[in-house]
């Protein structure tokens, strides 16, 4: 059974950090290239930042600089480090893992961020 589970989410004034983790089980995760994506309401859903297996980043413009997407493949788990949180960053955040080979791909159930003073 593939799980992939995210946590860290909450509630943070704007200016704030934020450590997002998806920890994923049932699958290899050392094949999967990574990345996050984020749903506002009323909007659709977006990436944020991947990471490929081989370690290449890449991000979306409005989060570059501020954010930064990182793995450790021996726990298994993706993070997302977000420094300077701005209001506009409130949504929810799901972890992706993809094998584009083969047109797989398995999602997490999400975890809310919220930016507000």
């Known amino acids: 059974q593939v799980q992939l589970v995210e946590s860290g989410g909450g509630l943070v004034q704007p200016g704030g950090s934020l450590r997002l983790s998806c920890v994923v089980s049932g699958i290899n995760f050392n094949i999967f290239d990574m990345g996050w994506y984020r749903q506002a309401p009323g909007k659709q859903r977006e990436l944020v930042a991947g990471i490929t297996t081989g370690g290449i980043t890449n991000y979306a413009d409005s989060v570059k600089g501020r954010f930064t997407i990182s793995r450790d493949n021996a726990k298994k788990t993706l993070y997302l480090q977000m420094n300077n949180l701005e209001t506009e960053d409130t949504a929810v955040y799901y972890c992706?893992?993809?094998?584009?080979?083969?047109?797989?791909?398995?999602w997490g159930q999400g975890t809310q961020v919220t930016v507000s003073s």
């Open positions: 992706k893992a993809e094998f584009a080979t083969f047109r797989i791909d398995y």
